[in-house]
């Protein structure tokens, strides 16, 4: 290669870094203003505005409504309780890993909406498949917070009993649970679970991922197989606008919910940061997969409001006025005014909620600094179902590798 041959090659990789290079472009316009997620877009299911007043009937909201009209005061109470602990208990993990008692922490701020609203129309025999930022759908299934944490601070490899609340283990691979869920959900189909009629039995499964998980090869298969065998199976994708520092251009031309349909599966395009319609959207689905009519997909429109992890520092590709703009839409505030409006509480009632926030937050912490290192050889456990050869020969040197320590200090 000549001299030359190598500066053109040279500046051709340049060439193409920068066009992968979303820091290079500056700050991206806000997301409000990029085709498909535009406030007017009619396909958006919405049912109250950013002060929580509820908005009129659209082609969009109308087949939900009824749904909504049904929730009672007691409904809209449970709700907005589990919003405001749940962002408490986010909230704390955040703080614990500052203090170096966790691992790591994804913090859900933002999509509390998103994940309550899916969570509470989740009935026990549901099944759901979560990513690794799902603490709120955790929460609405039953599994402790203290189980979240023990994960995240790296004492055991899971953290709860997937089976005991039908909320399975964490998956850090993205988009590999769509897989388990559809799976799963063909399972249910072979078991006859589906469409008797029987309302505690008819299952349903729900599998959450995020925008970025949509561009997995795991997502698209998973879809492929749930429209051909009508699998009983709602796919719940947060679309938080942003995978790490891709924003969505970098995803997708065409939106999840419009895409779902060319694998024959109904789209649904949510206003993620609306408890109301996070909720009604959940309901319809789950009930239609519970009744054979098959799966849908929900894309949860909604914004991640802090960094990606805590190992994470959004800054360094977003822009401060792009945040702003989703502060104002803030779930728990919509919630409220909501509320407020309809005389669904008392003002007592809020300040009772705070109060068991900072009770759970000091129950946690305490729970996660108290928590007991397991044995160092705890890491060869539940690898296989039954002992098995490797793993126990592989425990066996790692014991001995360890006592070789002992030895040496001890002489
Ligand atoms: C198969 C795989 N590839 C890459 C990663 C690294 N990774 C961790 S989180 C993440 C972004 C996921 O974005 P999204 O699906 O939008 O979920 P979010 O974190 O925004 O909730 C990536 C690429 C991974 N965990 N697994
Ligand atoms: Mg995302």
Not at 20 to 30: E, I, K, L, V
Not at 380 to 405: G, K, L, M, N
Request: charged share 25%.
């Amino acid at each position: 290669m000549s001299d030359k041959d190598v500066a053109e090659d040279r500046a051709a990789n340049a060439d193409m870094r920068s066009a992968f290079d979303t820091s290079a472009a500056g700050p991206r316009p806000p997301s409000e203003i990029t085709g498909h997620y535009s406030s007017d877009n009619p396909d958006m299911v919405q049912f109250v505005d950013a002060d929580g007043n509820r908005l009129e009937t659209t082609e969009a909201n109308a087949p939900y409504a009824q749904i909504v009209e049904d929730m009672t005061s007691q409904d809209a109470r449970e709700i907005y309780r589990d919003l405001v602990l749940v962002r408490r208990i986010d909230a704390e993990g955040h703080a614990l890993q500052r203090q170096g008692e966790l691992g790591l922490w994804p913090s859900l701020l933002g999509q509390e909406a998103a994940q309550v609203g899916a969570g509470r129309a989740l009935k026990p025999q549901d099944y759901a498949f979560p990513g690794y930022r799902e603490h709120g759908v955790a929460w609405c299934k039953g599994v402790p917070p203290e189980n979240l944490l023990g994960m995240y601070r790296g004492v055991n490899h899971g953290g709860w009993n997937s089976n005991e609340n039908n909320f399975h283990l964490y998956t850090i691979v993205i988009g590999n649970q769509m897989l388990h869920a559809t799976g799963y959900a063909m399972g249910v189909q072979t078991d006859g679970d589906v469409a008797t009629g029987d309302p505690e039995r008819d299952t349903a499964v729900m599998a959450f991922t995020g925008d970025g998980g949509t561009a997995q090869g795991d997502y698209n298969e998973a879809l492929v197989f749930a429209s051909v065998a009508a699998a009983p199976v709602v796919f719940f994708v947060q679309n938080n606008q942003w995978a790490i520092s891709e924003p969505n251009e970098k995803q997708f031309t065409i939106p999840p919910y419009q895409r779902s349909r060319g694998f024959g599966i109904p789209g649904v395009l949510v206003d993620g940061n609306d408890p109301l319609a996070t909720y009604a959207v959940s309901v319809a689905a789950l009930d239609r997969a519970r009744s054979g009519q098959g799966p849908t997909l929900i894309e949860a429109y909604t914004y991640r409001m802090g960094a990606h992890t805590t190992s994470d520092d959004p800054t360094k590709y977003r822009s401060d006025a792009e945040v702003e703009i989703w502060r104002e839409k803030d779930p728990i505030k919509r919630m409220r005014g909501f509320m407020e409006e309809r005389g669904h509480a008392e003002p007592d009632f809020f300040d009772e909620i705070d109060a068991e926030a900072d009770e759970i937050a000091a129950r946690i912490r305490h729970a996660c600094q108290t928590m007991p290192d397991p044995p160092q050889e705890a890491m060869f456990d539940h690898i296989y179902a039954e002992p098995h050869p490797v793993t126990e020969r592989e425990r066996a040197e790692f014991v001995e590798y360890q006592e070789s320590f002992v030895q040496e200090g001890a002489h």
